[in-house]
């Protein structure tokens, strides 16, 4: 469970007080993937909140997302990886931008193939 998960004040909070560069931190890949999931995780729940996804842009975390996408991640971690970057994707228009720049985009179109979401540009 997440503090951000469907209420959108708390979201905000932990956007504008540096939550997200703690929760970044948690994406290095010298990390247990158990830690690296549960940042993912709440990015994710971040990420439904337009404030949320331009903060997390801001932030860098879209190449950090990405580099767990790559062939050392275990599928599971990849996944849960890959539904902030979806979010921003849509959320936030210049996101798709960033994910592509980072070089992600056929990783998440992977991902979204495997889980049957469509996502045209």
Do not use: C, H
């Not at 990886?81 to 056929?106: D, F, H, N, T, Y």
């Amino acid at each position: 469970m997440s503090l951000a998960n469907g209420n959108g004040v708390n979201a905000e909070t932990i956007a504008t007080t540096g939550g997200i560069p703690l929760l970044l931190r948690l994406l290095a890949p010298d990390l247990p993937a158990r830690l690296q999931e549960t940042a993912a995780g709440a990015l994710d729940n971040l990420a439904t909140y337009p404030d949320g996804a331009t903060a997390i842009t801001a932030a860098g975390a879209i190449p950090l997302l990405v580099q767990l996408l790559g062939p050392s991640t275990d599928d599971f971690t990849k996944l849960v990886a890959a539904q902030p970057l979806l979010k921003l994707g849509e959320v936030r228009v210049g996101s798709r931008a960033a994910i592509a720049a980072a070089g992600a985009s056929a990783g998440v179109l992977a991902v979204m193939q495997e889980l049957g979401i469509e996502w045209t540009d």
